[in-house]
């Protein structure tokens, strides 16, 4: 999670491209689901040959350091069903 100067906040979601920030590492990842997310802020993008999905996130999305490579969201804002994808998913074992 960044604050915008180089450091860590506990209040934003980041799944980015990092580009030189830091010690220069780029995707922070891919193939990633953020579900149902409940942060300060967030900023979701999907590298240029995979994906990543945002959920159901609540809070403000904030521009990502490079621009461009969307994320894959659907219900931004609005939390999805179930509650929780963890629980779900060990439910239907």
């Known amino acids: ?53 945002d959920f159901g996130a609540l809070g403000k999305a904030s521009a990502p350091l490079v621009p461009g490579f969307p994320a894959v969201t659907v219900s931004a804002g609005t939390p999805v069903a179930p509650v929780s994808l963890y629980a779900e998913q060990l439910a239907e074992r």
């Open 1 to 53: 999670m960044r604050d915008g100067s180089g450091g860590t906040s506990p209040t934003e979601l980041s799944l980015i491209d990092r580009n030189n920030e830091g010690s220069g590492q780029g995707w922070a990842g891919s193939a990633q689901v953020a579900w149902n997310t409940d942060t300060g802020t967030y900023a979701f993008q999907s590298p240029p040959t995979s994906y990543n999905w």
